[in-house]
């Protein structure tokens, strides 16, 4: 055997399930493709309960849950997803790749042969047999299987090696009418099409990172080894990159690398997945598809450590062409790549704030006046105010004026080449009257060109303790904290009390940090949102005309589903970038009906509030420093 034949065997394991009697039998082969995740098919599975024993050749044993699986017996889909009871870090992994194969490319199988089952109390590995087959019809997500040696039953789900390179597929199925003929289940294809976007991201990025950091397989590939060594580092350091950020890289890279190639394939999830077609199956020379990738990647990672290594894997794989190829990028693509800061340029925020004039004396009557204020903060220094707090007759005026002062801001900001964003907190009743991707400014020019974000007024001043709240809530939403989502006339919606408890961090469950609304707000969720210093806020601009729970075609859960999908589950946080850059170009398409103009997106971050005054502090300062 060769080194990536041992890899493999200490990768594969068998797959013991409990039958009617309650008694363990080893039902099929799986292999281990990240410390904590085993594949395998799901027919041997199924009649588990949820519940598997897995066996490595090195004789160790995990219990294991199924954390995902097809049905069995629709086509080729036949994949389901094992997660270990705690694994070691250290342990060894298939490497997992796509390639381009045809009719009669050699491949191996790593597989438990049940003529060996009286040998199982030697361990796993006596019962673990090699075979060399060849791959006769390819598809989209099978493989036919030919050659000369057998395929038996507890063959299922054990890896299919594509020499030199890395697990292809899983066995599928033997042919009882032809005993050497059989089927595999491409992996990675059938991973993006089981797996739900959390679990996938949590299994290909594990993948990725193991093998980032342990090089045996990319040390023993072989005719592909420059390619599949360079693919490795960078899908190991793309899972650092925020899941908002490589939602927008899959679409830029998309429509600027592979606008010309025909029959470009659309079940990509992650960038990593992007990568591995463009270096290994899209049409062109594979290392400078590879260089122009990771050149388009890095541009857009945020952290200069991701920017420098990546920026190391394109002159890697373009050789002595990477100065050409440097310059024909900036000069094609530049628009993509962040304009670097002139010598002391920091971010600037502008922050608008329009509230209720609540001087009293206002005639009965009489439209609502309003206030607006602005203020600036320049890096991570205090908020500085502006422009004080001036009394419009109205809203649409408040606005209006709001308007210009952000515009004569931006006329005479010395920004010195620095980022700006502009903050808007509106009251919550109009909150969606006038979408920011649509404001314009005096000269009718949109503000579009600049971040924008949305957020309540209401939650402008803070007492000290919802800062230290709100801190809290956002740092666990960073690590993978929960949002909660309220579906289409939810009871709880209008029930305050119950609000109160959904999101209590009392210590007891994990606490849900962010509100997602199949419908626009009710003031108890506004009450509750606030009280609670909740970091984010999303929901649907429209109601079903239909209100009674579970009402068919629900627009509300369409809404949910896409969002999920579209942001990912710990995308709360990270997804305003890509949900501002869909409304805005659904804006400047004036394409009214989209789906994105109906996203409601509020986002309150962290040192952006103004710390409100002790009622006995005095009268507030006009400016300064508040957090």
Not at 168 to 189: C, E, F, H, M, S
Not at 502 to 525: H, K, N, S, W, Y
Request: hydrophobic share 40%; aromatic share 6%; charged share 25%.
């Amino acid at each position: 055997m060769d080194d990536v034949d041992n890899l493999v065997t200490a990768a594969a394991c068998l797959i013991w399930v409990r039958n009617k009697a309650g008694q363990w039998k080893a039902n099929g082969t799986g292999c281990r493709i990240a410390p904590e995740f085993v594949v395998t098919c799901a027919h041997v599975v199924i009649a588990a309960g949820g519940r598997v024993e897995v066996e490595f050749g090195d004789g160790t044993r995990f219990g294991a849950d199924v954390a995902a699986a097809t049905e069995p017996g629709v086509g080729f889909d036949d994949l389901a997803v094992l997660r270990l009871d705690g694994a070691p870090d250290d342990a060894t992994c298939a490497l997992m790749v796509e390639a381009v194969i045809g009719r009669r490319t050699p491949l191996q199988l790593c597989a438990y042969n049940a003529d060996y089952a009286g040998f199982l109390d030697l361990g796993a590995t006596t019962a673990l047999e090699f075979s060399a087959h060849q791959a006769g019809e390819v598809g989209a997500t099978y493989i036919k299987l030919t050659g000369d040696q057998r395929l038996l039953a507890g063959m299922s789900g054990g890896p299919v090696v594509l020499p030199g390179q890395g697990v292809i597929g899983l066995v599928k199925q033997y042919n009882n009418r032809d005993p050497t003929g059989g089927a595999a289940v491409r992996l990675l294809a059938g991973l993006r099409r089981l797996c739900p976007p959390g679990l996938y991201r949590d299994v290909v990025g594990s993948h990725d990172r193991y093998h980032r950091a342990d090089m045996r397989w990319s040390d023993v590939v072989g005719g592909e080894a420059t390619i599949r060594r360079l693919l490795i580092d960078l899908n190991g350091v793309c899972t650092g990159l925020p899941a908002a950020v490589q939602d927008q890289l899959r679409a830029e890279l998309t429509e600027v690398i592979l606008a010309n190639h025909l029959e470009v394939p659309t079940d990509w999830r992650l960038i990593r997945d992007l990568a591995e077609y463009v270096a290994i199956e899209a049409p062109g020379d594979d290392r400078l598809n590879l260089a122009r990738c990771a050149w388009l990647i890095g541009s857009r990672a945020a952290a200069a450590p991701d920017r420098e290594a990546i920026a190391a894997i394109a002159r890697r794989a373009a050789g002595r062409r990477f100065v050409s190829l440097d310059r024909s990028m900036r000069d094609r693509f530049g628009r993509l790549a962040p304009k670097p800061p002139r010598p002391g340029g920091v971010p600037i925020t502008l922050f608008a704030i329009i509230t209720p004039d609540e001087t009293p004396g206002t005639p009965a009557g009489s439209e609502q006046g309003h206030r607006y204020e602005i203020h600036r903060r320049t890096g991570a220094g205090d908020i500085i105010g502006v422009r004080s707090a001036t009394s419009m007759p109205s809203f649409t005026a408040a606005k209006a004026a709001v308007k210009v002062a952000l515009d004569d801001q931006l006329q005479h900001l010395d920004a010195d080449g620095a980022e700006i964003e502009i903050v808007v907190a509106l009251p919550d009743d109009y909150l969606t009257a006038d979408l920011l991707c649509r404001w314009l400014r005096p000269d009718e020019r949109p503000f579009r060109q600049f971040m924008m974000r949305l957020r309540r007024s209401a939650t402008w001043e803070k007492p000290a303790e919802q800062i230290r709240e709100l801190e809290q809530r956002w740092n666990r939403l960073r690590a993978g904290g929960a949002l909660a989502w309220l579906a289409c006339a939810d009871d709880r919606s209008g029930d305050l009390r119950a609000l109160h408890a959904l999101v209590e961090a009392d210590g007891l469950d994990a606490p849900v940090d962010a509100l997602g609304i199949a419908e626009p707000p009710t003031p108890a969720v506004f009450a509750a949102a606030g009280a609670n210093a909740l970091p984010v806020l999303i929901w649907r601009d429209e109601s079903c005309p239909d209100r009674s729970p579970g009402h068919p075609e629900c627009g509300g859960q369409y809404f949910v589903d896409r969002l999920v999908t579209e942001l990912g589950d710990n995308g709360w946080i990270d997804g305003h970038p890509v949900i501002w850059r869909e409304q805005c170009r659904s804006a400047k398409a004036q394409r009214d009906n989209d789906f994105w103009l109906r996203v409601v997106y509020v986002l309150d971050i962290p040192g952006h509030s103004r710390r409100k005054p002790h009622p006995l502090a005095g009268p507030p300062a006009v400016s300064g420093g508040f957090r």
